[in-house]
């Protein structure tokens, strides 16, 4: 157990310490608005390595006893009637949920500004965004609310608002963590992702809910993996442009740093990544489109105070219930999915998709992971140098890569200047998370982690 987890573990072990607890997390929810439901009375009387640790879920992820809105209206007042497998499996090894933490609609946004239900704001400047759609839990963490929060990435998650708000942020291999439990939106590209500040506690919560669910046939167990230990090959990219300049700073620095240490850095070339960004918008919409075409009012769903017939129910359903994001998405993935213009759109999108991975593998031959800036811009402000929603798509082109591959990617916390943290994005092959963990380690004197203005370890 590392000192940060010892830490909160004897905090919360007298009623002094709780009351202090619950006081603190009221003091910052009226700044940041994190958790959409939130407990502090809740506790584990289960044994285990997590034993005594409070943690926040998505509020995409079922809870038994919470409700799971998605963020949306649609779901507003649906109260989840069973627990996610990776919930589950850190209940049993001793910590408890606290509460469920704010999102984008359905997880579609890179700010959390498109939740229906709050606004979330980033601890480090309340009048930016804390990054989408895990936006929520990376914000609960960074304020010390929770020590490790459970997300979803689906194109960059979990590490984009992890970036935002300076803490590491864990996307692992696809099907090493059940989805059981997790709401569909893009079935082929999420996964369940952990956000904390400390490495070990990260790796640890990894290394509890990972493992094959007979509840969801995609999910595999994880192959032993062949590297372990520096120092290691990391690629850069070569020619990488319009980069932010404290991003550039922080890129440039990152690099100086892992040389420093001992790793060799290689310049590579990475041909796909131009065409990651509408490969993924196109699979990521037409998986919505197909995934959220139950919600119509009359097995889930919102539902309508009256209406003349079933058609009518189901568009008044779709019209009330979702946000203009999802409606965006949805109409986008029925397009690409229309009857014969599939091999247009979708069809190409998938083989696009395979020659990423293929670039991908030509590139881990010769280096043990790659890296990247996770995010092109700190977070961005609500004024009028906001990113559009435009503009905030194009910028996933770092984190898009690794879900379209399936491979594990982690951000990790650089520089923090003028209160905007920088990260940075490490993506190896398939079940290498354990490098990722170490990366990490080598660069934690380098970067240490740097707390929030107003954030308090004793709470006091």
Known sequence: MSQFTKKWVENLSTEVGRKRYRL????????????????????????????????????????????????????????????????????????????????????????????????????????????????????????????????????????????????????????????????????????????????????????????????????????????????????????????????????????????????????????????????????????ASANLARYTGIRYGLQPLYSENPDDLVQKSRSEGFGDEVKLRILLGTYVLRSGFQDQYYHRAQKIRTAIRNDLDRIFKDVDMLMTPTFPTPAFSRDEKSLTQFQQKVADKFTCTANLAGVPALNVPTIVENNLPVGMQFIAPVFEEPRLFEIARSLKDVFPIQDVPGYSEDWS
């Open 24 to 287: 603190y997390v009221e003091s910052w929810e009226k700044k940041i608005g994190s958790f959409l439901d939130f407990r502090s009375e809740n506790s584990s009387h289960n044994e285990g390595k997590l034993k005594g640790l409070p943690f926040g879920v998505k509020d995409n992820i079922a809870t038994r006893g919470f409700k799971v809105t998605c963020g949306s209206k649609m779901l507003e007042n649906l109260l989840s009637p069973y627990t996610a497998t990776a919930v589950e499996k850190l209940i049993d090894a001793g910590a408890y949920v606290v509460g469920k933490t704010n999102l984008d609609e359905f997880g579609m946004g890179s700010s959390t500004d498109n939740s229906a239900l709050q606004q979330t704001n980033n601890p480090w400047d309340i009048n930016r965004v804390s990054g989408g759609s895990s936006g929520g839990s990376a914000a609960a963490v960074a304020a010390g609310l929770v020590p490790f929060a459970l997300g979803t990435d689906t194109g960059g998650s979990v590490r984009q608002p992890a970036s935002f708000c300076g803490v590491y942020g864990l996307k692992p291999t696809y099907g090493t963590v059940s989805r059981f439990g997790l709401t569909a939106y893009a079935s082929s590209l999420e996964v369940i992702g952990v956000l904390s500040k400390d490495i070990d506690l990260t790796e640890q919560v990894y290394n509890t809910i990972k493992g094959e669910d007979p509840k969801d046939q995609t999910s595999i167990k994880p192959e032993v993996p062949t590297k372990t230990k520096g120092p290691f090959t990391i690629a850069v990219l070569d020619n990488i442009s319009d980069l932010d300049p404290l991003v550039q700073k922080a890129y440039d620095k990152t690099i100086v740093s892992l040389e420093a240490l001992g790793h060799t850095v290689v310049k590579v070339q990475l041909p796909t990544l131009e065409y990651v960004v509408p490969a993924y918008y196109t699979i990521a919409t037409a998986e």
